[in-house]
């Protein structure tokens, strides 16, 4: 009677941090789908997680640092990046992220004049 008391005791004491657990992993989920597509040509995809950076992302550490210092505001990048010059060529391309930032839906696309103001706008996030 005495242990069924204690293991009464300790569930109830460690319930509570348990569901915390939870609830704090949960915020944290950040799994999204990157796409480079051109009008012509095939599309390219990588899965990049955050918190830890992982994934089929060629740099997720980098990545996920661009990412987290606008917290997970892709329209934001650009003003994160180091100002560089671009070719005025016309050569179309989408960059489409969609998935989760910290638990928080992601659906977010945008065209660039060409490859370069692409990797120019948006760091290594777009960078495969």
């Not at 009008?39 to 997680?49: F, I, K, N, S, Y």
């Amino acid at each position: 009677m005495n242990l069924t008391r204690l293991s009464g005791a300790l569930l109830a004491v460690a319930l509570p941090f348990a569901v915390t657990g939870v609830a704090t992993a949960a915020s944290t989920d950040t799994a999204l789908s990157l796409t480079i597509a051109m009008p012509e040509g095939p599309a390219t995809t990588v899965e990049l997680r955050c918190e830890p950076a992982d994934g089929t992302h060629p740099n997720p550490k980098d990545a996920c640092a661009d990412l987290l210092a606008v917290q997970g505001d892709f329209a934001a990048l650009q003003a994160q990046q180091e100002p560089m010059a671009c070719t005025m060529e016309y050569r179309p391309v989408i960059a489409v992220a969609d998935g989760t930032w910290r638990g928080e839906p992601v659906a977010w696309e945008q065209e660039f004049s060409n490859p370069c103001t692409l990797r120019t706008s948006t760091g290594p996030v777009f960078q495969f």
